[in-house]
Nanobody, 119 residues
Framework: QVQLVESGGGLVQPGGSLRLSCTDS????????MTWFRQKPGKVREFVAT????????TYADSVKGRFTISKDNVENMVYLQMNNLKPADTALYLC????????????WGQGTQVTVAS
């Protein structure tokens, strides 16, 4: 059974850092690309970052480029999102998705982990 589980969210001050994790024990992890999305209250879910199945190719939203880093460990079945220099605008529910093709297509979702950036 596929069940993605995110962790690592919390409350952090502006300028701080968090590292989010996402794992699943039911997927052939190395065959799936992984993408982090985020959703703010009342807003459409938005793309944050994606990493290829092998972990060698990454793409970022302009709003997080230079501050966030996505990485993938196919041995430990983990995907990470290192978030530095956090801003209040980064406050959202962060969700990971496993997918074979485009991030906008079908795939498997986790329940999300809440990130709140506030003084």
């Amino acid at each position: 059974q596929v069940q993605l589980v995110e962790s690592g969210g919390g409350l952090v001050q502006p300028g701080g850092s968090l590292r989010l994790s996402c794992t699943d024990s039911g997927l052939p992890f190395s065959t799936f690309a992984m993408t982090w999305f985020r959703q703010k209250p009342g807003k459409v879910r938005e793309f944050v970052a994606t990493v290829s199945s092998a972990g060698t190719l990454t793409t970022y939203a302009d709003s997080v480029k230079g501050r966030f880093t996505i990485s993938k460990d196919n041995v430990e079945n983990m995907v990470y999102l290192q978030m530095n220099n956090l801003k209040p605008a980064d406050t959202a529910l962060y969700l990971c998705k496993a997918h074979l093709l485009q991030a906008s297509g079908s795939g498997y979702w986790g329940q999300g982990t809440q990130v709140t950036v506030a003084s």
